[in-house]
Nanobody
Framework: QVRVVESGGGLVQAGGSLRLSCAAS????????MGWYRQTPGKQRELVAR???????LYGDSVKGRFTISRDGTKNTVYLQMNSLKPEDTAVYYC?????????WGQGTQVTVSS
């Protein structure tokens, strides 16, 4: 079993920055990919960014050039640096740790960007 815990959400003004952290812990697993997703009420969860065990990254179109994902592979920890935040970035941000067979999700952290 893998436990995924996010931290770092909060309230920020438009144009500001936040850094999210996510740590996956447990035993008997090998994480292939870790990523961040976000969801707002009434909408589907969407990809923000993800990173593989060898450092390959993928970003959602709406965050390219503003967000950066990084990973500490030795600690199964992933970070999301969010710059130039916009009100439309407001959402619950979820971290996912993907193994060969299953995804593990965290509880989510709220990010609110005021205009």
């Amino acid at each position: 079993q893998v436990r995924v815990v996010e931290s770092g959400g909060g309230l920020v003004q438009a144009g500001g920055s936040l850094r999210l952290s996510c740590a996956a812990s447990g035993s008997g697993f090998s994480i292939v990919t870790m990523g961040w997703y976000r969801q707002t009420p009434g909408k589907q969860r969407e990809l923000v960014a993800r990173i593989t065990s060898v450092g390959s990254t993928l970003y959602g179109d709406s965050v390219k050039g503003r967000f950066t994902i990084s990973r500490d592979g030795t600690k199964n920890t992933v970070y999301l640096q969010m710059n130039s935040l916009k009100p439309e970035d407001t959402a619950v941000y979820y971290c996912a740790a993907t193994t060969v067979v299953v995804d593990y999700w965290g509880q989510g952290t709220q990010v609110t960007v005021s205009s």
